[in-house]
């Protein structure tokens, strides 16, 4: 019955999500503030026509919060989903293959920026909904949350959730938003790491100066902030931030091993990545690298002249922005003021360093052993015909702790992408195959969770 209504209508999920893939919901940029907010609109109407009793826009100091809900019966149990309707910036544009908000099919994918991170991801679950709502099959009460500043930091959600205890009630919260080993293996996520982002500003001399008059006797702020973000790194890969580590919970022998029995091809990683080797904490497999430990990377680097041609300067500043992956139990604000007191702490004298903390997030770990889990366990049976494999993700929704704390729920991560989706890059797409296959997991997962 599931696979059926999602098979007659799949052609028009289809152009439906791709007339939300259209939407340039790009959060961090003010110029897309308009695009923003009617993305907001599109999705609460697509709430409401699915069967939702409200669907309503809550405003915040950024961009709005769609909030949807649906009651069957005060007896069932309530399910939270969560997801964002933001994208991240689509540049650089020019190695898009076709443009980032014109959707495009290729190879049983979609390409379009947001394809999978998160549009084509929370739209399986309106979806689902529908389907249920459509088949009168829906055993359990719906509240839709999807936000519009995932991708810069998630900075009003806080204050919306402690100020809507009542709203916000269920059991059980439910995210798509994460990866799954393949369309072979299927996964459920249960960790994720926290962030702690800062940038910083090196200077020098108190204007940009000619290289040749005055180079070698006055500090050169991007040699400076080089070295000091090489120093940041050990020989075997480890950070030298002074009790960065200290918090960091060491998995038992036994953990570590079911987590390295997940199915993970070196090799192929490789040749996707076109890299040689891989790189990474001694001690460590790449599996542990990006799941149980933490990491320092800077994420983009300026200064000087970086325009056509050359041109001999020696410039005043210099800029980096960083970012720190946590994992249980380091906290971000304690590792923001670590790396502040650490940073400022390699600078020579001969230039002045300032440290700007940008958002943050917890780490996370979900349980395996909550009637949630076992039903969104169950639902992967059914579907996919094979057990989901619980595995560590190295991503971060900052949300998900949050709602632990706040809320005292737990989350069950039930992601249906790929690594390999280019999220955040140039070509991001996803499965329609997963798209579809996510749909129906969804719908299973209704009918286990209310038995
Ligand atoms: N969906 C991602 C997080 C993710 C991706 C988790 C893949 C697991 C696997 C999310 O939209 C994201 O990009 N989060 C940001 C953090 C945020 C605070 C900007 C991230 O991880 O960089
Ligand atoms: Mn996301
Ligand atoms: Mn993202």
Redesign the pocket.
């Known amino acids: 019955m599931v696979k059926q209504y999602i098979h007659q209508h799949q052609e028009r999920f289809l152009q439906e999500l791709f007339e939300l893939l259209r939407l340039p919901s790009v959060s961090a940029d003010s110029r897309h503030k308009g695009d923003v907010r009617k993305t907001a609109e599109l999705v609460r109407q697509r709430i409401q026509e699915a069967g939702a009793d409200t669907a309503e826009l809550v405003e915040t100091n950024g961009h709005p919060i769609v909030f949807g809900e649906k009651r069957v019966d005060p007896a069932a149990p309530t399910v939270l989903v969560y997801g ?1 309707y933001d994208v991240q910036p689509p540049d650089p544009l020019e190695r898009w293959h076709t443009p980032p908000f014109e959707p495009t099919v290729r190879e049983g994918k979609i390409y379009a920026r947001g394809a999978c ?2 549009k084509g991801q929370f739209y399986m679950h309106i979806k689902a909904f529908e389907l249920l709502m459509k088949q009168q099959a829906l055993t359990c009460n719906v509240k839709f949350m999807i936000e519009g500043e ?5 900075d009003n959600l806080p204050l919306f959730v402690k100020t809507h205890r009542d709203k916000l009630k269920a059991d059980v919260i439910l995210i798509s ?3 799954l080993i393949s369309l072979d293996q299927p996964s459920i ?1 249960v960790g ?1 790491r926290g ?1 702690s982002y800062v940038e910083v500003e090196v200077t020098g001399a108190n204007r940009d100066l000619h290289s040749g008059v005055y180079g070698g006797a006055v500090a050169n702020p991007i040699n400076v902030l080089a070295k000091m973000i090489a120093s940041l790194h050990d020989e075997n890969g480890r950070i030298t931030i002074p009790g960065f580590y200290d918090r960091v919970a060491e998995l038992s022998a036994a953990e570590r091993q079911a987590l390295n029995n997940a199915p993970f091809d070196l090799a192929a990683y490789k040749k996707e990545l076109g890299i040689a080797e891989v790189i990474g904490e001694k001690g460590y497999t790449t599996l542990e690298r990006t799941g149980i430990r933490p990491t320092l990377d800077c994420n983009g680097i300026w200064g000087g002249y970086t325009g056509e041609g050359a041109k001999t300067v020696l410039p005043s500043k210099a800029y980096a922005k960083i970012s720190m992956r946590l994992v249980p139990d380091q906290q971000p604000a304690e590792i923001t003021e670590l790396f502040t007191k650490h940073f400022i702490s390699l600078a020579p004298p001969s230039v002045r360093v300032k440290v700007t903390p940008h ?1 943050g ?1 917890e780490p996370a770990v979900t349980p395996t052993t909550s009637k949630a889990y076992k039903a969104a366990e169950e639902a992967f049976k059914e579907v996919w015909g094979k057990a989901p494999i619980p595995t560590r ?6 949300i998900v702790a949050l709602f632990k704390k706040e809320l005292g729920l737990d989350t069950v991560l039930m ?1 249906f ?1 790929l690594d390999s989706d280019a ?2 890059s140039p070509n991001e797409h996803y499965g329609i195959a997963n798209f579809l296959r996510g749909i129906e997991t969804i719908a299973t997962f209704y009918k286990h969770f209310a038995k």
Do not use: K, N
């Open positions: 964002h991170d998160d995932e991708e810069v930091g998630s938003d994460t990866a996520t994720l962030l958002h997030g993700d190295g991503g971060s929704i900052p992601g992408g999220l955040h």
